[in-house]
């Protein structure tokens, strides 16, 4: 390994680590409440260093941490969408809750951020964010069209059924991330239930 490949990797190793330090204090004390000395020490880097990685400095390390954390969220969502295809429509509802879940819990510190810090949330470019999102979104309501082509679904606006139910999970999950209890989808009986009268009303009754 060549010395530059070297320095390239550490520069690589010091960036994550000033970005995991600020994505733990921003969550923790807000991102006000968070100085570029208190990002440096928690990591014991000398004072100004961070702006060599980041020279908007706090601001710019916001931006970049919540880009990268939508991304990987957007991208998770739409990881290995192909095992929907051998499931029921109630199977589909669950498995999806599952994985809405894992993600939650993957990315609550920038979840938290996002939420609670309405500073926070005036410097995000939402714009780009609502972009990334819009680029991955369009799978669910293929997967309903082609339930509708196969008979199992009625016909249906598909683009709004996918806004209805994202809506309905992520609802609740962002609730248990603000209020640290779960939620009645926690259950498994009620959540079973609610997903039964959602497929019942999509279900195509012959």
Not at 27 to 56: C, W
Not at 71 to 92: F, G, H, N, Q, R
Not at 168 to 184: Q, R, Y
């Amino acid at each position: 390994m060549t010395s530059s490949n070297t320095r390239k990797e550490q520069a690589l190793e010091t960036r994550k680590k000033l970005l995991a330090s600020a994505q733990t204090l921003f969550a923790s004390k807000g991102y006000e409440g968070t100085s570029v000395r208190m990002i440096n020490q928690q990591i014991h880097m000398a004072d100004g260093l961070l702006y060599h990685y980041f020279p908007g400095g706090k601001q710019e390390i916001l931006q970049v941490m919540v880009r990268e954390h939508v991304l990987a969220m957007s991208t998770a969502l739409t990881k290995d969408i192909e095992i929907y295809d051998e499931m029921s429509i109630e199977e589909v509802l669950e498995q999806l809750y599952h994985h809405l879940h894992s993600v939650v819990l993957e990315h609550v510190d920038i979840i938290k951020i996002l939420i609670k810090d309405g500073e926070a949330m005036k410097l995000i470019e939402r714009q780009e964010l609502i972009d990334i999102l819009e680029e991955r979104k369009h799978w669910l309501p293929a997967l309903f069209q082609k339930r509708i082509n196969s008979g199992e679904l009625k016909a249906m606006d598909c683009e709004s059924a996918s806004e209805v139910l994202m809506s309905l999970l992520m609802s609740h999950l962002l609730a248990e991330v603000i209020t640290g209890e779960d939620s009645c989808m926690a259950n498994e009986i009620k959540r079973k239930q609610l997903f039964r009268y959602l497929s019942d009303m999509w279900k195509n009754c012959k």
